[in-house]
């Protein structure tokens, strides 16, 4: 009798099937390739003239459409855009492959596509390729995927690699935005009951902070590399923790963070003690972790604050032989990635709940 199929688990690959399995499976090589994959870097990199570099990433086109098709469509494209601006590059193309459920009609087409125009158009992003079809076993919220491409000097790039020992690790916004946001947009009747009106309505205004384009694009004005921000990182899935360790791991340096210092909003707070997860380490699209030299850092908090971002200076990089540390109430431990994200086993509850009571 054979054995029962292993349930697998949802989300990114782990850490160890991304080395084992993706990154020794690459294609042909390519000395144009600047930048290849890595876990914890969110472009790849490639030269494409003399002095002149593009940064490119792929992601699921991810749609939700009880979000109403406007809100959808900004979330998806900016999930797409927010990966690729942490290079530090301008925005420029969009490819992107629609495989759409059957039950979509002509008119919300119409409505999804005139919304995902409007995103990009305000982005300065220009589609130039895709594929539109519907398909049968196609289904919300993951209906194709897209490429996001931006160009520039090829001096003037960052990721996750360039980051060193002594600079100031930035976090913007604060842990858990994308957990809070999205728990409050699909299940605000029930979310609300538990935690108060007012508190859903603070979650709730979380939903168009799920970006990080706009701290990027103030991240390549304020000066990159040596004049300022060494790295960034879009803090998703393993959530601002998970983001932490993966900008530690990918530069080759040791961590010291102190968990205090990342902000955790009240509405956050509240939300994830219902749920009963931690936010720290639950995804929250729109927290960007940045590295700054040290004698910058207090600089770029001050000019996100001035735009209107919050930020804080959690920590910073140190020699790798000092390992990875989180303080917690003054006491040093392990910093250690939290594995499966919190919020796909929370998501996936509710979302039994509510199609059994729909049922």
Same mark, same amino acid.
């Given at each position: 009798?054979?054995a029962?199929p292993?349930?697998?688990?949802?989300?990114? *690959?782990?850490?160890?099937l +991304? !080395?084992?399995v993706?990154l020794?499976?690459?294609?042909?090589?390519?000395e144009?390739v600047?930048?290849g994959?890595?876990?914890g870097?969110? &472009?790849?990199?490639?030269? =494409? *003239?003399?002095?002149?570099?593009?940064?490119?990433?792929? %992601?699921? &086109?991810?749609? =939700?459409?009880? /979000?109403?098709w406007?809100r959808a469509?900004? +979330?998806a494209v900016?999930?797409?855009?927010s990966d690729?601006?942490?290079?530090?590059?301008p925005?420029?193309?969009?490819s992107?492959?629609l495989?759409?459920p059957p039950s979509?009609?002509?008119?919300?087409?119409?409505?999804l596509w005139d919304? +995902?125009h409007?995103?990009?158009?305000?982005?300065?992003i220009?589609?130039?390729?895709?594929?539109?079809g519907?398909? %049968?076993g196609?289904?919300?919220?993951m209906?194709?995927g897209?490429?996001?491409l931006a160009?520039g000097?090829?001096?003037? +790039?960052?990721?996750?690699?360039?980051?060193?020992? @002594? %600079?100031?690790? =930035?976090?913007?916004?604060?842990?858990?935005?994308?957990?809070?946001?999205l728990?409050?947009?699909?299940?605000?009747?029930?979310?609300?009951?538990?935690?108060?009106?007012?508190? #859903?309505?603070?979650?709730?205004?979380?939903?168009?902070?799920?970006? =990080?384009v706009?701290e990027a694009?103030?991240a390549?004005?304020?000066? #990159?590399?040596e004049?300022?921000?060494t790295?960034m990182?879009?803090?998703? !899935?393993? @959530?601002?923790?998970?983001g932490? #360790?993966? &900008? *530690?791991?990918?530069?080759?340096?040791?961590?010291r963070?102190d968990?205090?210092?990342?902000?955790?909003?009240?509405?956050?707070?509240?939300?994830?003690e219902?749920?009963g997860?931690?936010? /720290?380490?639950?995804?929250? !699209? @729109?927290?960007?972790i940045?590295t700054?030299?040290p004698?910058? *850092?207090?600089?770029? &908090?001050?000019?996100?604050a @001035?735009?209107?971002?919050?930020?804080?200076?959690?920590?910073?990089?140190?020699?790798?032989?000092?390992?990875?540390?989180?303080?917690?109430?003054?006491r040093e431990?392990?910093?250690v990635?939290?594995?499966l %994200?919190?919020?796909?086993g929370?998501?996936?509850?509710w979302?039994?709940?509510?199609?059994?009571?729909?049922?």
């Amino acid at each position: 009798m054979s054995a029962p199929p292993r349930e697998q688990r949802t989300g990114k *690959a782990t850490p160890e099937l +991304f !080395e084992q399995v993706i990154l020794r499976r690459l294609g042909a090589r390519d000395e144009d390739v600047l930048v290849g994959p890595q876990h914890g870097v969110d &472009v790849g990199v490639v030269r =494409v *003239a003399d002095g002149v570099a593009m940064a490119l990433t792929a %992601d699921p &086109v991810f749609v =939700v459409p009880a /979000y109403g098709w406007e809100r959808a469509a900004w +979330f998806a494209v900016h999930i797409l855009a927010s990966d690729a601006s942490t290079s530090g590059l301008p925005l420029r193309w969009m490819s992107v492959d629609l495989n759409l459920p059957p039950s979509i009609s002509d008119e919300e087409l119409t409505l999804l596509w005139d919304a +995902f125009h409007g995103a990009c158009e305000d982005l300065g992003i220009a589609v130039v390729t895709g594929h539109t079809g519907r398909y %049968d076993g196609c289904e919300w919220p993951m209906v194709g995927g897209a490429t996001c491409l931006a160009l520039g000097p090829a001096d003037a +790039f960052v990721t996750p690699t360039m980051a060193r020992a @002594g %600079d100031a690790v =930035v976090v913007t916004k604060g842990a858990a935005i994308e957990t809070t946001a999205l728990f409050a947009a699909t299940f605000p009747d029930r979310l609300g009951s538990a935690v108060g009106k007012d508190t #859903l309505r603070a979650a709730d205004s979380l939903f168009e902070s799920m970006t =990080v384009v706009p701290e990027a694009v103030l991240a390549r004005g304020f000066g #990159l590399r040596e004049d300022g921000v060494t790295s960034m990182h879009d803090a998703t !899935e393993g @959530g601002v923790l998970g983001g932490l #360790l993966e &900008v *530690a791991i990918a530069s080759g340096n040791g961590i010291r963070v102190d968990r205090d210092r990342i902000p955790v909003r009240p509405e956050v707070r509240a939300v994830c003690e219902h749920l009963g997860i931690d936010p /720290y380490t639950a995804i929250s !699209e @729109g927290s960007l972790i940045a590295t700054v030299v040290p004698a910058r *850092a207090d600089a770029f &908090v001050e000019l996100l604050a @001035g735009a209107g971002i919050d930020a804080a200076i959690a920590g910073e990089l140190i020699p790798r032989a000092e390992g990875h540390r989180l303080v917690v109430d003054g006491r040093e431990e392990p910093l250690v990635h939290p594995g499966l %994200d919190p919020f796909w086993g929370a998501f996936g509850a509710w979302a039994a709940d509510a199609a059994g009571a729909d049922a």
